[in-house]
């Protein structure tokens, strides 16, 4: 199928579609710059992860033989990445969407707030959101606001450079009830969050948009499995190649910052 015959498609699926939920993986966040974690140059190519706690940063910092260099090279490089980084129209597009009362919920692998920036409510992060803190006492979550994020990070980064633990303690010491918190991203290893909400959310959807994701992270890559087997049709929008061959109804290879503002365009020519 032509590409533009593809975008008629997938809008005119979208335009009758009862329960749209999306799918997203690190492609879309790709092209707002932030580098990838798995493939090759990515961020697991350059730093090894298990030097940096798994992806709990802080606890690497805690094991009594020292901050390592490469961690502060990474946070570092993550904080001037972050703050580089904004929604692209992709992300604008689905909070298009949502606006429009069409889409329901995102459910997505990237860590970086870039879909609530973009104006999305329901957005279940399976891997967790770098700007939120969980306490190690008590659970209570916070949210941070992007200066804060930010200015914490900087923080951070001089405190790592002096190895100023009780610093760093003092830093992450964020909860009303005094507790140490961490970062609240998913490590290596560790549960991703809010599954059975995604797994809800893609069963009771009516059409499925999986967005730059090649379907190799589990559990998260049966997210569409669950959509397909509830009735759901799929739709499949990669830059990189069709992952989901055998299940999708239409797939197109672009990125989803050109495809997804070209299907929504279509959707409201379909409204007018
Ligand atoms: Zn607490």
């Known amino acids: 199928m032509d590409e533009d015959r593809s975008i008629t498609e997938a809008a005119s ?15 879309v966040s790709e092209e707002s ?3 990838t974690f798995r493939d090759p140059g990515g961020l697991w190519d350059r730093f090894d992860p298990y030097e940096l706690g798994g992806g709990d940063i802080f606890s690497a910092m805690f094991r009594g033989s020292g901050i390592p260099r ?12 972050l703050e580089r980084a904004s929604p692209n ?8 969407l949502e606006g429009m009362g069409i889409l329901r919920s995102v459910i997505t692998q990237n860590i970086d707030n870039l879909h609530r920036e973009a104006g999305n409510t329901l957005v279940i992060e399976v891997h967790g959101n770098l700007f939120r803190l969980a306490c190690l006492v008590c659970g209570n979550k916070i949210y941070l606001g992007r200066e804060e994020l930010f200015s ?6 001089e405190l ?24 609240d991203v998913v490590g290596f290893g560790e549960p991703v969050q809010d599954m059975p909400l995604a797994i809800s959310e893609a069963r009771g959807s009516d059409l499925f948009l999986i967005l730059g994701t090649s379907g190799a992270v589990y559990p998260a890559a049966y997210l569409p499995e669950h959509a397909k087997k509830a009735g759901a049709k799929l739709i499949e929008i990669n830059a990189t190649g069709c992952y989901f061959p055998d299940i999708v109804d239409i797939g197109i290879i ?3 910052g050109d495809v997804l503002p070209r299907v929504v365009d279509r959707v409201k020519e379909l409204r007018r």
Do not use: W, Y
């Open 13 to 27: 699926l979208i335009n009758q579609a009862k329960c749209l939920v999306a799918f997203s993986g690190a492609g």
């Open 33 to 35: 710059g932030i580098p």
């Open 70 to 81: 490469s961690a502060v090279d990474f946070v570092s490089e993550m904080v001037s990445v």
């Open 89 to 96: 129209p992709g992300h604008l597009a689905l909070g298009e």
């Open 152 to 157: 914490m990070g900087r923080k951070l980064v």
């Open 160 to 183: 790592m450079r002096e190895s100023d633990l009780q610093g760093i303690i003092g830093l992450v010491s964020r909860c009303a009830c005094g507790g140490v918190c961490r970062l």
């Open 254 to 256: 672009g990125k989803t």
